[in-house]
């Protein structure tokens, strides 16, 4: 599941002083599902349009569709180069009973999702992109049952062309890393 950060009412944040991220994002989705598709990774956008789209709503239908995988682009200030996060959340002991709580139910993936870390980030320092792996409680990484990560493009002082032709070389690094990863122990994240 690909989340495009943000959207309808929330615009997120400006770049370059024109671009909204939620069109960046959407777009980066976009290019990064095609990239996944023509690697034979099936993906899936959770907006395909401009909609409002909360985050607890976001991490329900990433469950509800039983996602393998589920990545969160986004794109803002400070910083320069690119943010790759996963839960703040310590691993999760065995869940008792049917149900997980939701502010953890991410828990039971964070080793695979901080597996798939190890894929993503050295694929897109390959294309020259300096990368920070950080853990975060960005929502709704918590949320997610599947491995999940968030993706952030900091563009810093580039110029907004720049920034547009960072959307390829995301989405291919991106998938990259996807693919490379798909033999972890434990399932196919």
């Known amino acids: 599941m690909i989340d495009p950060a943000h959207g309808g009412d929330d615009k997120g944040a400006t770049l370059g002083g024109k671009l909204l991220e939620k069109d960046f994002t959407l777009a980066l989705a976009r290019e990064l599902k095609k990239e ?5 990774i099936p993906a899936r956008l959770l907006r395909d349009t401009d909609m409002n789209l909360d985050v607890e709503r976001r ?38 009973g049917r149900f997980l709580p939701w502010e953890s ?3 039971g993936s964070l080793e695979r999702s901080r597996s798939l870390i ?13 990368v920070s792996v950080l853990a975060s409680p960005l929502r709704p990484l918590n949320n997610v049952i599947a491995p999940a990560i968030a993706v952030e493009l ?10 547009l032709k ?10 990259e890393g996807i693919a490379q990863s798909r033999g972890l ?5």
């Open 36 to 40: 996944l598709l023509a690697r034979g």
């Open 105 to 107: 139910a991410q828990g």
């Open 166 to 175: 960072m959307r390829s070389t995301l989405a291919s690094a991106i998938a």
């Open 118 to 130: 190890r894929f993503v980030a050295p694929a897109l320092r390959k294309k020259g992109l300096r």
């Open 154 to 163: 900091a563009p810093g002082v580039q110029q907004l062309q720049e920034t």
């Open 59 to 96: 991490a329900e239908i990433t469950n509800e569709n039983h996602a393998a995988l589920y990545v969160a682009l986004h794109a803002g200030e400070p910083g320069n180069g690119v943010r790759v996060y996963s839960s703040a959340l310590p691993p999760a002991a065995a869940a008792a």
């Open 185 to 189: 122990p434990g399932g196919r994240p």
